[in-house]
């Protein structure tokens, strides 16, 4: 058994075992779990700070500052920190986009963050998704279980909150004035009982679904527009004549210029190379995704691939070998952290009873000792406890802070 411990200074050390005596390690005899947990520090210092606050997001503001502070005034480097958090796919882009917005490099374990999550890949799902719904609507009015009424056959394939995100995404579109400008309805025939004009957001929404209405536009305005629109037109009637999912987004993807503005940023390199670098292996993660998919389950429709993305709770593998950029925070849940030290640890979302869990788990069942005729005592090379074998080599590190 490990009695010393080689990363904790003596302070951290002891407020570690301050929790730990807290959690209890069923079947093992009691000066067992002594020896186990009274640990001996091999150097002095290290310090723990806790803070409380009213609302999450006056916590994440100061996360951000501890982190600031840590790098500008003690000379701590970016990739010397970390912030553990306990649920991913939950937590991760909220506390991501907070520190990046505060000016803080952040590098996040693409196995931490599902693939939905990755601000490339939204667009592309969203866009996929309006082409294929409007393609399976289309299908069940063609076979005669939809709608039989001519409003169905006249109604717009897109809804205009869909319009209206691809509209202003600026990874869809190489500037913002690629839409037309939305205008509010008139009202000044209102009182005389002439009908009102439909508003902005529906004719802009019109003119996504059926592009050649924005030909006698200004093409300063509605070229952009217009490209869009063309766009989720192909990808339907590729769709419509039995195309994959794989396929409608590679035409989503690589018929704009948005491959070739990633390409030209991820080589001019600084924060938006390593930016534009992410973006591309989360699209690629994207496609090797939606191939894997096609491969198993043999053309289910993108619809089905949609759900399986929605219902995915970790990255695709291709993410998860990526290595960990030099000059960055790293984020990641705290199971991540097995076995990985950093100068200052900050622990954001503590919460007492809640997490860390103090409970005392697997006293009923005690799994480990169901055999193949049911309860049996171990043999004695298999009596040595994993949570033993987990805290003997993956120790705190030198410094943490704990915010809740």
């Known amino acids: 058994m490990l009695r010393t411990s080689r990363r904790s200074g003596a302070a951290l050390l002891e407020a570690t075992r301050r929790v730990t005596r807290r959690m209890p390690l069923p079947r093992l005899p009691a000066e067992k779990v002594r020896a186990h947990r009274e640990l001996t520090p091999d150097r002095e210092g290290g310090r723990v700070e ?30 010397e920190m970390a912030v553990l958090v306990r649920a991913g796919a939950r937590t991760l882009p909220t506390v991501r986009r907070a520190l990046t917005s ?42 005669g279980e939809g709608d039989d009424t001519g409003d169905a056959a006249d109604a717009c394939w897109l809804d205009t909150e869909t319009a209206l995100t691809l ?3 600026p990874r ?17 025939g209102a009182g005389r009982g ?42 339907r009637a590729g769709l419509s004549a039995g195309g994959t999912a794989e396929e409608a987004l590679w035409g989503l993807w690589n018929d704009t210029d948005w491959p070739r503005r990633l390409e030209r940023s991820a080589r001019r390199g600084g924060a938006a190379g390593r930016n534009a670098d992410r973006d591309l292996d989360a699209v ?13 389950t043999g053309g289910r429709g993108a619809l089905n691939f949609l759900e399986e993305i929605e219902a995915q709770d970790i990255a695709a593998d291709t993410l998860t070998r990526r290595a960990a950029r030099p000059d960055a925070v790293r984020l990641m849940t705290a199971h991540r952290a097995k076995g990985l030290e ?11 009873g809640l997490w860390p869990d103090l409970r005392r788990r697997g006293s009923l069942l005690e799994a480990d000792r169901i055999g193949r005729d049911g309860l049996a005592e171990p043999s004695p090379p ?8 987990a805290c003997s080599t993956s120790r705190p590190p030198a410094r943490g802070n704990a915010s809740w």
């Not at 601000?119 to 998704?129: F, M, Q």
């Open 50 to 79: 806790a803070y409380t606050y009213p609302t999450s997001g006056t916590e994440l503001e100061n996360i951000a500052d501890i982190l600031r502070r840590a790098h500008l005034e003690d000379g701590v480097p970016w990739n």
């Open 342 to 352: 950093w100068s200052l640890v900050v622990v954001a979302g503590v919460q007492e």
């Open 194 to 235: 002439q009908p009102l004009p439909p508003p902005s957001d529906e004719l802009l929404t019109r003119a996504l679904a059926e592009p050649e209405r924005l030909a006698v536009h200004d093409p300063v305005y509605a070229r952009g527009a217009q490209r869009l629109g063309d766009l989720l037109r192909r990808a």
């Open 284 to 296: 690629c993660a994207l496609f090797a995704t939606a191939a894997r998919a096609e491969e198993r």
């Open 102 to 143: 505060a000016g803080v490099p952040v590098d996040v374990d693409g196995n931490d963050l599902p693939l939905r999550h990755e601000p490339a890949v939204a667009p592309l799902l969203t866009a996929l998704r309006a082409v294929a719904t409007a393609e399976a609507g289309e299908g069940t009015a063609e076979t």
């Open 382 to 389: 298999a009596r040595c406890s994993p949570r033993n074998d």
């Open 172 to 188: 869809r579109h190489g500037h913002r004035r690629s839409a037309p400008p939305r205008t509010g309805p008139a009202r000044g």
């Open 167 to 169: 509209l202003t995404s």
